[in-house]
């Protein structure tokens, strides 16, 4: 395989459109699985949360590892590519390997499971492909202010991400589906702790590759998950009458 450029534009253009469909779809009614589905009892047409986690995310780790490893001749220089490469992977490893297995969640609807399945073969081959075929970085790349500040940033994200994750989970006793009001961590300031945390790791991972292709995905994810912290927060409002009145639904003290 070798680097079409024209390739890479026309799937992060279209990344960037998937986006604002997204954005335009999601705005005012959220989309329809955990505390936003309609019928949620309904057993038909849904997979278990553990199984529809694993399989949708397994893409995301599977096809940029893949390439990584089936590149041939291997490509070992510049590190900054293996690294950043190895970032991508590492939270996807998380996302479908140990998320799924933990999670309390309800049953995933198959028609988004579907598309989310498709999204993540997507993105992975995108952002592997990116890094793996085309990316060019000066030797020094590690050593750059973009890549050592969009580090930082990605593991922040990544740490309020988890931690996050596991503050909802520990809201639960096994078997239950009810919802509580998040108590800790970043939960104190915002409704969407854990959407936060992944927002602001992929603008790092952004910052860090200063690529297009991951622009584009972190665009994606703030339009894909930033509405649904608003919606969860007016759930929230809507349902618990002693629900913090300080707590804002995304950004800390902003909105
Ligand atoms: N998977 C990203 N679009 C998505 C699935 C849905 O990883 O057709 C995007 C991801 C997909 C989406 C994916 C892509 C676009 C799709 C969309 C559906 C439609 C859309 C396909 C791939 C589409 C077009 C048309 C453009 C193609 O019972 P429960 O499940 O609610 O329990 C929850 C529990 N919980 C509580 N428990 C007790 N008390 C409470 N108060 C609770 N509140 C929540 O916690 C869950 O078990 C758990 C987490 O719930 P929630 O709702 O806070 O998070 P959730 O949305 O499930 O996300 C889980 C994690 C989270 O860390 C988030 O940051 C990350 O995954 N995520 C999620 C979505 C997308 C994404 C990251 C990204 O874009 N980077």
Redesign the pocket.
């Known amino acids: 395989m070798e680097c079409f450029p024209s390739l890479v534009r026309a799937l992060t253009s279209l990344l960037g459109a998937?986006a604002l469909?997204?954005l335009s779809?999601?705005l005012r009614v959220p989309?329809r699985?955990?505390?936003h589905e309609e019928r949620p009892c309904r057993a038909r047409g849904r997979l278990p949360?553990r199984c529809a986690w694993f399989l949708?995310?397994l893409p995301s780790f599977l096809v940029p590892a893949l390439l990584l490893a089936l590149r041939s001749p291997p490509r070992l220089e510049p590190l900054g590519c293996r690294l950043l490469c190895c970032l991508f992977c590492w939270h996807y490893f998380y996302?479908t390997f140990i998320?799924p297995f933990f999670?309390?969640?309800?049953p995933?609807p198959l028609q988004?499971f579907f598309?989310?399945t498709?999204?993540?073969i997507y993105n992975g081959f995108l952002q592997g492909y990116y890094l793996i075929y085309c990316a060019e970085y000066p030797s020094d790349w590690c050593t750059d202010i973009r890549f050592t500040s969009g580090l930082l940033l990605f593991l922040l994200g990544m740490g309020i991400?988890i931690h996050?994750?596991l503050l909802?989970?520990q809201?639960?006793k096994p078997g239950e589906?009810?919802?509580?009001?998040?108590q800790g961590g970043l939960f104190t300031y915002v409704s969407?702790a854990?959407?936060f945390?992944?927002i602001v790791e992929?603008f790092g991972f952004a910052i860090a590759t200063w690529s297009l292709p991951a622009f584009a995905f972190a665009f994606?994810?703030l339009c894909?998950?930033g509405p649904?912290a608003y919606h969860?927060h007016r759930y929230?409002l809507k349902t618990f009458m002693d629900y913090p009145k300080s707590r804002k639904a995304l950004i800390p003290f902003v909105f």
């Open positions: 998937l469909l997204q779809l999601y989309s699985y955990g505390k949360a949708q995310e996302r998320y999670t309390r969640g309800r995933f988004l598309f989310g498709l999204f993540c991400n996050s994750d909802l989970r809201l639960r589906v009810t919802y509580k009001i998040p969407g854990n959407y945390g992944e992929w994606f994810t894909c998950i649904r969860h929230y």
